[in-house]
């Protein structure tokens, strides 16, 4: 299915990065070797190591290449991004690109290689649906690695040792289903709110079903707020706050870095649910005691919202891409298309425990969660990416502490919109 809305266009209420990289220093090694620089935020597990061994594996058709794998935590994936491109000799050749207004400025910031011509025709066309994703103004800066729809990720096990048969499809199913689980002495839900992001998600989720189609790309793409499906979103978190059906202390809960970690909670079945996007079957597996996807997983749709005036289908998600540096040797897009391919993208499934960008490679997805996942993409009329990713760096994160703000007691639903709007007119 088509990436509907990626917003790519983005909006002009973030200052571009000050400085367009324009080399880097470290293309040839001491050998003689070409040299690519990697950065991707696979820290631990079959991630890590599926990046190593696909490089292992080009090096050794390439023999004039070196490339040097960088894992960085995903939290600090964007600073470190932003601070290295303002620099020459630290700005890697292929990093993570998760589109929206954040491609945006580093293409306008002159920092992207244009690869419309580098791509293949194989990888271009096993792809057709996801590229728009990473293109700006019809050209393609970026290659996505996976489709990650986001929605409910929870226990089997949980939720029938509760005696929730059923998964919910709306809101008011939602809570007696959420309480019913309390009650049973279980978390109903995980949050790391620690890092901000997995917090502002519900009110992400919540703004998509209350907000009609129109007015939710009037938001994404001119910066109007000024619905009060906006304000609603807010006073839906509320609600859901005083059930208090979090765990305790989830505002100071990591979201994916250890066994305390939200995902930690799911692997361990220590909560039942959990809101995010499709990578986390890989993160909840790398957490679990043995290592191993955990068997009970399901998902469902985000419920739809008694008289939401959204798109009850839609879904919230994004893609994990890779983008090439403008100063990039072209060893590097070499690199890019053999990582794309069918073959390795199937490897990526697997490794990742996620949905590959590549439509041939889908049959790699043998996960009953991940599956559902896929259906809900594909039976969505309407799909957009995550609002931080859409509003670009500063907009984004203003956005998700005022979230959590609110969700502290610090603020309230009007003081989120507002958040949002001051940042934005700051530019």
């Not at 080009?58 to 070196?66: A, G, K, L």
């Not at 000024?226 to 509320?238: N, R, T």
Request: with cysteine; proline share 4%; aromatic share 8%.
């Amino acid at each position: 299915m088509r990436l509907k809305q990626v917003l790519a266009a983005g909006l002009s209420i973030v200052t571009l990065f000050s400085l367009a990289a324009c080399g880097n220093s470290n293309s040839a090694s001491s050998d003689g070797k070409t040299e690519i620089t990697l950065w991707h935020n696979s820290t631990t597990g079959d991630g890590k190591a599926y990046w190593q061994s696909a490089a292992d594996a080009f090096m050794e058709d390439h023999p004039n290449v070196s490339i040097k794998i960088e894992p960085i935590q995903n939290e600090d994936m964007d600073g470190k991004l932003q601070t290295a491109l303002q620099d020459p000799n630290s700005a890697p050749d292929i990093f993570m690109s998760r589109g929206g207004k954040k491609l945006r400025d580093m293409v306008e910031a002159g920092q992207l290689m244009d690869i419309s011509d580098k791509v293949s025709d194989t990888v271009k066309t096993q792809m057709k649906s996801a590229l728009s994703a990473e293109s700006v103004d019809g050209k393609l800066y970026a290659v996505p690695q996976s489709v990650l729809p986001g929605g409910m990720w929870y226990s089997q096990d949980l939720f029938t040792q509760a005696g929730v048969s059923q998964t919910p499809t709306n809101w008011d199913e939602f809570k007696t289903a959420a309480v019913q689980i309390k009650d049973a002495g279980i978390t109903p839900i995980a949050l790391g709110g620690k890092d901000a992001w997995p917090a502002a998600h519900w009110w992400y989720w919540f703004a998509l079903r209350e907000c009609p189609t129109k007015v939710f790309d009037a938001a994404t793409t001119k910066g109007d707020f000024s619905d009060g499906c906006w304000i609603k979103a807010g006073e839906d978190v509320e609600e859901l706050l005083k059930l208090d059906v979090f765990n305790e202390g989830f505002l100071t809960t990591p979201a994916q870095q250890g066994a305390g970690s939200s995902a930690g909670l799911i692997a361990n079945h220590m909560a039942s649910m959990e809101l995010m996007g499709g990578w986390d079957p890989g993160v909840i597996r790398d957490l679990t005691p043995d290592g191993k996807d955990l068997a009970d997983l399901g998902f469902f749709p985000f419920p739809a919202v008694e008289n939401g005036k959204g798109d009850a289908t839609a879904v919230m998600g994004g893609v994990d891409a890779l983008a090439v540096g403008q100063w990039a040797p072209e060893e590097a897009v070499e690199f890019l298309n053999f990582v794309s391919e069918k073959d390795w993208q199937e490897k990526y499934a697997k490794a990742f425990s996620t949905i590959p960008a590549s439509k041939e490679a889908q049959d790699a997805v043998t996960s009953s969660a991940l599956k559902g996942a896929l259906e809900a993409y594909n039976n969505a009329s309407y799909v957009t990416i995550w609002l931080d990713t859409v509003f670009g760096q500063n907009v984004g994160n203003a956005l998700n502490e005022g979230v959590v703000n609110m969700m502290a007691g610090k603020g309230t639903p009007q003081d989120v919109v507002k958040t949002i709007e001051d940042a934005a007119a700051k530019g």
